[in-house]
T-cell receptor
Framework: GEDVEQSLFLSVREGDSSVINCTYT??????LYWYKQEPGAGLQLLTY?????DMKQDQRLTVLLNKKDKHLSLRIADTQTGDSAIYFC???????????FGAGTTVTVRA | ETGVTQSPTHLIKTRGQQVTLRCSSQ?????VSWYQQALGQGPQFIFQ???????GRGNFPPRFSGLQFPNYSSELNVNALELDDSALYLC????????????FGQGTRLTVV
């Protein structure tokens, strides 16, 4: 995961917005992803964004992409206790389905 | 529910043994990738199969091998198990027709003792 970096921990109060940040190094990255992993479970695809987009919104989730700075963020509005999990940023390149993951950000939602 | 199923869910093996993990891909998906996720880390790419042929490999030794079958299901085989092989093994399926969407199974937790 050295191509993709994330902060390791985030604590947020229930009802507030969470913002998880990620930086990547490969300018040829085509797709950038956010996955969620709950304890003992596999990875759930939350959303993804194509590299020619700046923003994508899907219900409570907003993805922002700054291609110049190679920075990706995931904003979760109205964070709930069920949002407590590890969130992984990942990238892939054109015609290459290999996903390169960051180390994950553990999000803890407190009451 | 992604439609990607893996078996078994948990497995304990002794160092030096061999193991086979299985994955059934989502209907309509022709590509299967395998990842190893060590405790506290992000998944690491092992290899990918597309239409029954290996289509890319990560930095894993040859004792990690795989197969994909005509129905696009897949196996991951690991020979001469080492303690460091203890990890969650994840299978992901995707389609060349829907670039960008890779769906994961629940994983197989392998413990090598």
């Amino acid at each position: 995961g050295e191509d993709v970096e994330q902060s390791l921990f985030l604590s947020v109060r229930e009802g507030d917005s969470s913002v998880i940040n990620c930086t990547y190094t490969d300018s040829s990255s085509t797709y950038l992803y956010w996955y969620k992993q709950e304890p003992g479970a596999g990875l759930q695809l939350l959303t993804y964004i194509f590299s020619n987009m700046d923003m994508k919104q899907d219900q409570r989730l907003t993805v922002l992409l700054n291609k110049k700075d190679k920075h990706l963020s995931l904003r979760i509005a109205d964070t709930q206790t069920g949002d407590s999990a590890i969130y992984f940023c990942a990238e892939t390149r054109s015609n290459d389905y290999k996903l390169s993951f960051g180390a994950g950000t553990t999000v803890t939602v407190r009451a | 529910e992604t439609g990607v199923t893996q078996s078994p869910t948990h497995l304990i093996k002794t160092r030096g043994q061999q193991v086979t993990l299985r994955c059934s891909s989502q209907s309509g998906h022709n590509t299967v990738s395998w990842y190893q996720q060590a405790l506290g880390q992000g998944p690491q790419f092992i290899f990918q199969y597309y239409r029954e042929e290996e289509n890319g490999r990560g930095n894993f030794p040859p004792r990690f091998s795989g197969l994909q079958f005509p129905n696009y299901s897949s196996e991951l085989n690991v020979n001469a198990l080492e303690l460091d092989d203890s990890a969650l093994y994840l299978c992901a399926s995707s389609s060349s027709l829907q670039v960008g969407e890779a769906f994961f199974g629940q994983g197989t937790r392998l413990t090598v003792v």
